[in-house]
């Protein structure tokens, strides 16, 4: 017999996006949405993210699910 689990015991999931949708990066201290610092240099160097709020700066980020974008 398994022992039932709790909604908090989910498993990770693994999510497929489109390479063409916008993404929603948020800072991974304070979940605020991250500004991009290096954007001319998109695809030759990895990006740098900045937080506004906490002053969070880094490569670095969380992205919202799909779950989560209407939420």
Do not use: I
Request: proline share 13%.
């Amino acid at each position: 017999m398994h022992p039932q689990k709790s909604p908090d015991d989910r498993e990770p999931v693994l999510a497929r996006r489109s390479p063409f949708a916008p993404e929603t990066k948020l800072c991974p201290r304070c979940l605020a949405p991250l500004t991009t610092m290096n954007k001319d240099l998109w695809g030759f160097v990895p990006s740098e993210y900045y937080c506004q709020k906490c002053g969070y700066s880094g490569s670095v980020f969380l992205e919202k699910g799909p779950d989560e974008e209407t939420g």
